[in-house]
């Protein structure tokens, strides 16, 4: 099976403008969730996502927002960019929910200008 | 709220050696998994292990395997024969079983394997 797959792997923007990543799981998992990775603040969560739900929220600001669509492919979208939105956001996914071990895609190294 | 720690921010071990990376976590669960995750220089996260809080039995995977000492809150990883292509950040994780897919990871601990 393929992996997990995030584009775009590499993107730069200004602050105040928005930015849309997208994932794909592998084929037949229904969760994905999604982490924020930065020096200064490790591995964050940010959301999950199951079955088109927002299943759990870390503690982000709303500009942070997510979907999901009925093939299971997920965006995650930030408003009203901010330097310290420069990160590796990296996608998970899992069969199930709660239960199951998550597989990492490559990531997207976003860089905020 | 769960947290986990890595005491170790780095740690280097000769090629062939053994090494073993601490982990301690915090939590009021009884049901939960406790992982440990790769991420080499191309920033690819990959699991090496993963363990069920209520198996006593401690996980092997190959040249990996863990202590799990559940009552100490104790998850280090020990890395038999270790290999260049070992050398990478590994990072300790928590979930809690039956509450959605989210993990709380630790800090990391950047292990490189010297030839």
Redesign the interface.
Same mark, same amino acid.
């Given at each position: 099976k393929a992996g997990v797959t995030q584009t775009p792997r590499y993107l730069i923007k200004t602050r105040g403008q928005q930015v849309t990543l997208s994932c794909s799981p592998i084929s037949g998992h229904r969760?994905v969730?999604w982490?924020q990775q930065t020096p200064g603040q490790? /591995? @964050? *969560?940010l959301f999950?996502y199951?079955s088109e739900t927002q299943?759990?929220k870390?503690n982000f600001p709303g500009r942070f927002s997510g979907r999901q669509f009925s093939n299971s492919r997920s965006e995650m979208n930030v408003s009203t960019l901010e330097l310290g939105d420069s990160a /590796?956001y /990296?996608c998970?996914s899992?069969p199930f @929910?709660? &239960?199951? &071990? @998550?597989? *990492?895609?490559?990531?997207t190294?976003l860089t905020v200008l | 709220a769960q947290t986990v720690t890595q005491s170790q921010p780095e740690m280097s071990v000769q090629e062939a050696e053994t090494v073993t990376l601490s982990c301690t976590y915090d939590t009021s669960e009884s049901n939960y998994y406790l992982f440990w995750y790769k991420q080499p220089p191309s920033r690819q996260m990959i699991l090496v292990i993963r363990q069920e809080a209520y198996k006593q039995q401690n996980a092997t995977e190959n040249r990996f395997s863990v202590n799990f000492q559940k009552a100490a809150k104790s998850f280090s990883l020990k890395i038999s024969d270790s290999q260049l292509g070992d050398t990478a950040m590994y990072f300790c994780a928590f979930m809690k079983r039956n509450a959605g897919n989210m993990l709380t990871f630790g800090g990391g601990t950047r292990l490189m394997v010297k030839p």
């Open positions: 969760s969730s982490y490790g /591995l @964050q *969560f999950e199951f299943r759990n870390g /590796l /990296l998970a899992s @929910q709660g &239960t199951d &071990t @998550q597989y *990492f895609g490559p990531g190294r | -």
